[in-house]
């Protein structure tokens, strides 16, 4: 049975379970999960840290048109106005174009210097709201784990593996897309192909993240009310070591 992320009583928990949860201080139980974060609360300063990232490429790509070659104006004035007695000099000996061609470089190392710090600020806008989405998708993929009800060893690997698979679309949502970078829509061909349905895919297909059936009484994996979960031996003997473990701590029978 799946256990809720949080609830008003502890009593409504499984006796076996309720370890596992932390009193908060509104006085409900929340479900203590290593790294969730409710996706909701997030969702807002995703956005803005989104919105910060976009600023920072237009203000770069502003900055690059506007310094794509030498402006009029400022041409001329670089030929009347002089800051120093010693461009003042050389304009006395003729030698403007040393003139002009000193004011340029002297500009053109400024247009270098305020670039760069441009391209270092849309890098950091740009990696705190990929750090952003990546919590955001986590917490995504750690509420569904809990709701499909998934055996705490096995949370990491389903991390793991829903991360490669799954993206937050513009609304802040876990969604799979294709190689086109189209939404990839779930059984019923309306909503999209979600962390929560696959998971509940992975009930046949990697039992062993799941707890064996049972009616959770105390009696274990020989409850005659449950129904204890099975899987091939060649199955077996194709995961890694940690998940072989983890089938054989969960209870689960090998068949040939």
Known sequence: MAL???TDSIESVDEAARGFYQQTEDGKYRLDLDGYEDPKGLKSALEKERQ???DAAKQLKDFQKRY???DPDEAKQLMTVFETNEEAKLIAQGK???VIQRRMEKQRKEFEKQLEAANQKAQLEAEKARKFEQRV???HIMAAASKAGIHQHAIDDALLRARSMFRLNDDGNAVQFDDDGHVVLGKDGK???SPNEWLEGMKESAPHWFPAGN???GGGGNSNNGRQKTITRSQFESMPSYERSAVLKGGVILTD
């Open 4 to 6: 809720p992320i949080e």
């Open 52 to 54: 910060a990232a976009r």
């Open 68 to 70: 794509d070659g030498i």
């Open 96 to 98: 403007t174009d040393d």
């Open 137 to 139: 998708l986590d917490s």
């Open 191 to 193: 909503t999209p192909f």
């Open 215 to 217: 009616s959770g009484g």
